[in-house]
Nanobody, 119 residues
Framework: QVQLVEAGGDLVQPGGSLRLSCAAS????????MGWYRRAPGKERELVAT???????NYGDSVKGRFTISRDNARNTVYLEMNSLKPEDTAVYYC?????????????WGQGTQVTVSS
């Protein structure tokens, strides 16, 4: 019913910036929290950032002060501004959204977008 599509992944140099977006479509009333997760080669998935329906953001320790999460509720879209990128930020970035229907909360995931930080 719901599809999330990430965009904006690219090859960037260390110290560069990138803006990711995740747009949702389908049978949507409204999302609860939304977030970004990433998985680096050979590593487990880790939390990057989450944002509540009210716009309150939370960040993983490795990205605090460098990344900013935001959302546009009218467009059911979540963004991730990535600054001062480091090679260790290289990963596939996935967006996530939760939606409560009939008292049950469902999680939705995108297919991911590749971010590569390299000189």
């Amino acid at each position: 019913q719901v599809q999330l599509v990430e965009a904006g992944g690219d090859l960037v140099q260390p110290g560069g910036s990138l803006r990711l977006s995740c747009a949702a479509s389908g049978s949507i009333f409204s999302f609860n929290a939304m977030g970004w997760y990433r998985r680096a080669p050979g590593k487990e998935r880790e939390l990057v950032a989450t944002i509540t329906s009210a716009g309150i953001g939370n960040y993983g320790d490795s990205v605090k002060g460098r990344f900013t999460i935001s959302r546009d509720n009218a467009r059911n879209t979540v963004y991730l501004e990535m600054n001062s990128l480091k090679p260790e930020d290289t990963a596939v970035y996935y967006c996530n959204a939760g939606m409560t229907v009939g008292g049950i909360t469902y999680d939705y995931w995108g297919q991911g977008t590749q971010v590569t930080v390299s000189s």
